[in-house]
């Protein structure tokens, strides 16, 4: 069925709907704007899904904001690219996010590889976004965000905090370093060569 004959079905119930309920004009005329609406958010959410890959957080995961630092994924030595990658190629980068930073406060990823976020705040809500790409997420304490995302292009972006978090919020950002994948080492080795 195309949007055409789509849209022309949905007019004619629309039409037998106002008929038989006998609809003053107005209201008519509202019901089609309401509709609308409904059409056009939908749409829109469907667009961006499909063509910008933005996705809605798929599942719910809960953590003890409060005790992040005393073990776990989250301690301290756990953080930032994981040196042993996911079963098919993704890596996996652990961040911290606290007033005012995401830790660690620089990270380095190779382009075209797809890349698994997990972030989690330490104190009150932040957000995790890098311009110019779709890499956004809110970071709720006592939940961990989840973000798999491919930078395409190597460049240095920063990571923003976009959720308003305090006196320091305008200053909390981090550096994220996208090397072409040549360039990229993963952490373990970048300790043997050093
Ligand atoms: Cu963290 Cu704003």
Redesign the pocket.
């Known amino acids: 069925m195309n949007s055409n004959s789509l849209m022309s079905t949905i007019s004619s119930w629309i039409n037998r709907f106002e008929t038989e309920l006998q609809v003053d004009k107005l209201e008519r005329k509202w019901l089609r704007v309401a509709l609308g609406m409904v059409v056009l958010f939908v749409g829109s959410i469907l667009l961006t899904a499909i063509v910008s890959g933005v996705h809605p957080p798929s599942h719910v995961e809960t953590i003890d904001s409060a005790s992040l630092h005393l073990g776990g994924e989250f301690a301290e030595d756990k953080l930032g690219v994981q040196a042993e990658a996911l079963a098919d190629g993704t890596l996996l980068v652990k961040l911290v996010?606290g007033?005012?930073g995401f830790y660690p406060r620089e990270i380095e990823i190779p382009a075209g590889r797809k890349i698994k976020f997990r972030i989690a705040s330490m104190d009150v809500l932040?957000?995790a976004h890098i311009p110019m790409t779709n890499m956004s997420t809110m970071i709720v304490p006592g939940y961990v965000a989840e973000v798999t995302t491919v930078f395409p292009k190597p460049g240095e972006y920063p990571m923003l905090?976009n959720?308003?978090?305090g006196m320091g919020?305008d200053h909390?950002w981090s550096k994220v370093t996208v090397t072409t994948p040549e360039d990229w080492r993963a952490p373990a080795e970048e300790i043997r060569h050093e």
């Open positions: 996010a007033r005012y932040h957000g905090c959720e308003y978090c919020h909390m």
